[in-house]
């Protein structure tokens, strides 16, 4: 099968791959209808996390058919239509049962094989996907792929991130980063009842996007965030900031828009070694700090209703669909944010 493989830093490439195989009765094999290319994927792409096997399929958002499934799985039969957290799930170990199923004790992250271990990705025609029973969910009638595929990994991070930052009506909340994640943050923080969200970037599509979802918009670049925040919210600050980007300088910003007893709630992927602050100003600011990667089997379920009513809001922040053999283009637009680029898809 065709895919597209990592090589090296900052180097893929589209070529031929081994077809998966049923290894386990609790396999299925997924024929790629559309797949994402993720703000994560970046950090495989510039290889801030090193490990990875060259040839590895890349990717870990997908939708597509069922062709293939082994005799143990109960829930699916060839043909089905369906989707796929990030990561696969048993759906019955501990973790798994308390919701906590991005921690699962048996999970692995799609496009990810290291020492000839792990998962290749869904950026190619075919992926097998282990546990299917755990992991998969059927794409629900009225809730488009592009929807779906928003699901299984932005939609559910960006309302895990807003969750997690305990948002009241009437409060003000900041976003930090409005690509995809981001704006799915925004739009839940707009559901659970914020009176104001200020979304920050410095991408003016992006910042348009927020602001058609219901923010008002700060370019960081050109506007001095820190200072007009701190007057809309009487000198305090935000109650909770919610960090998408997983950057040093996106946590920093975050501490410095925070009001004394506030949240921060990053669900961006860091790669750093140390935190922006430090305890001594945790302390003084009697903050809460939530950080990690979002269970999304869990929320799938949880907002399968959101995505069907919001199908269209949802879906729009895909600005980009490429054909897979063109992924190597849609890497560096994507990577390089050119042509208003939010978020990309790929169709074998």
């Known amino acids: 099968m065709k895919a597209i493989t990592f090589q090296d830093k900052q180097q893929l490439a589209y070529e031929t791959i081994a077809d998966p195989g049923i290894l386990q009765t609790t396999d299925a094999i997924i024929k790629v209808y559309i797949a994402g290319v993720c703000g994560s994927d970046l950090h495989v792409y510039h290889a801030r996390e090193t490990g990875i096997d060259c040839g590895t399929a890349m990717g870990h958002e997908f939708v597509g058919e069922i062709v293939e499934i082994g005799k143990a799985v109960k829930n699916f039969k060839v043909g089905d239509i369906v989707i796929s957290p990030f990561t696969s ?35 190619a025609e075919y992926v097998r996907v282990p546990m299917a029973d755990g992991g998969l969910v ?52 707009k559901m659970l009842g914020a009176e104001r969200i200020f979304a920050i970037d410095a991408i003016e599509a992006r910042l348009q996007k927020a602001a058609s979802f219901g923010a008002e918009t700060l370019n960081y670049k050109t506007d ?44 961006g992927v860091h790669t750093t070694n140390q935190f922006a602050f430090s305890p001594v100003e945790a302390y003084d600011k009697n903050l809460t700090f939530k950080i990690g990667r979002c269970p999304a089997r869990y929320y799938m379920d949880k907002l399968s209703k959101i995505a069907l009513e919001n199908n269209a809001k949802i ?5 980009h669909e490429f054909a897979l053999k063109d992924g190597i283009k849609a890497y560096q637009i994507f990577d390089q944010k050119e042509d208003n680029c939010i978020k990309a898809i790929l169709k074998p």
């Not at 798994?96 to 699962?104: A, F, W």
């Not at 879906?315 to 600005?319: E, G, L, N, W």
């Open 315 to 319: 879906s729009s922040v895909i600005t």
């Open 89 to 123: 799930n048993c759906g019955q170990c501990y973790y798994c049962k308390i919701g906590l199923t991005c921690r699962c004790e048996h999970g692995q992250l799609y496009g990810w094989v290291q020492e000839e271990k792990g998962l290749h990705g869904g950026q």
């Open 224 to 267: 001095n965030v820190i200072a007009q925040i701190k007057e809309a919210t009487k000198g305090r600050g935000v109650d909770a900031a919610l960090e998408v980007v997983g950057s040093f300088e996106a946590s920093r910003l975050a501490m410095e828009l925070l009001r004394p007893g506030g949240i921060i709630s990053t669900v």
């Open 138 to 189: 059927l794409l629900q009638e009225g809730i488009s792929a592009k929807a779906g595929l928003l699901l299984g990994d932005n939609l559910s991070t960006g309302y895990y991130c807003a969750e997690q930052a305990n948002i009241q009506p009437g409060g003000s909340y900041a976003v930090i980063g409005c690509g995809s994640v981001g704006l799915m943050a925004v739009l839940a923080t």
